[in-house]
């Protein structure tokens, strides 16, 4: 069974960076690319960019390059968001998931993140 | 960007046949596939694949989901509906970078 576990809440202050984590059982994330995606509070999907953990090669939308930085550990099967410079407008939650050929076949169970002084 | 455009929400009664409709700004066809995929999101959980590829019903998914369309126009039929299908559905396409999202169509019970 796949499985991506993701680390707990997060509650950062305006400015700093927080790190998320989530770590993939039953699936060799060097054979797919692992992507993260936000959901602001009652708002829609947003596909911030993916990491191919096999040659650490990553793709971010013009929106999230400054603000994220997707990094993979193979030796532990584990992929890493960095949120930079954080503000109120980065409170949502953070999902990590599978996309080896387009669609996001699996998901973790996301992660809030609270911006607030 | 590719832009998605989803109907906000889609009142139904339970039994009945729905359609939830994206269009998408430009094609995310090509010859061989249409990469249009379809998610369902209840409150408080991830979302679920599924249907892939347009038309491809995901493992473990009820067959009364299907999908279908091409180029800019898909939809995700849903028949007979049941309570447990009430929950927002999201259409994403991932032809061109940067993959995006539509904004969710939420179906309510009439």
């Known amino acids: 069974e796949v499985q991506l576990q993701q680390s707990g809440a997060e509650l950062g202050k305006p400015g700093t960076s927080v790190k998320l984590s989530c770590k993939v059982s039953?699936?060799?994330?060097?054979?797919?690319?692992m992507h993260w995606v936000n959901q602001r509070p009652g708002k829609g999907l947003e596909w911030i960019g993916r990491?191919?953990?096999?040659?650490?090669?990553?793709i971010y939308a013009e929106k999230f390059k400054s603000k994220a930085t997707l990094t993979a550990d193979t030796s532990s099967n584990t992929a890493y968001m960095q949120l930079s410079q954080l503000k109120s407008d980065d409170t949502a939650i953070y999902f990590c998931?599978?996309?080896?050929?387009?669609?996001?076949?699996?998901w973790g169970q996301g992660v809030m993140v609270t911006v607030s002084s | 960007d590719t832009v998605l455009t989803q109907s906000p929400a889609l009142a139904v009664s339970l039994g009945q046949r729905v359609t939830i409709s994206c269009k998408a700004s430009e094609s995310v066809s090509s010859s061989s596939y249409s990469y249009m995929h379809w998610y369902q999101q209840k409150p408080g959980q991830q979302p679920k694949l599924l249907i892939y590829h347009a038309s491809n019903l995901e493992s473990g998914v009820p067959a009364r989901f299907s999908g279908s369309g091409s180029g800019t126009d898909f939809t995700l039929n849903i028949d007979p509906v049941e309570a447990d299908d009430i929950a927002t559905y999201f259409c994403q396409q991932s032809w061109n970078d940067p993959f995006t999202f539509g904004s969710g169509t939420k179906l309510e019970i009439k």
């Open positions: 039953g699936y060799n994330i060097r054979s797919t690319y």
């Open positions: 990491i191919d953990p096999a040659n650490g090669n990553t």
């Open positions: 998931a599978i996309a080896a050929s387009g669609p996001f076949d699996y």
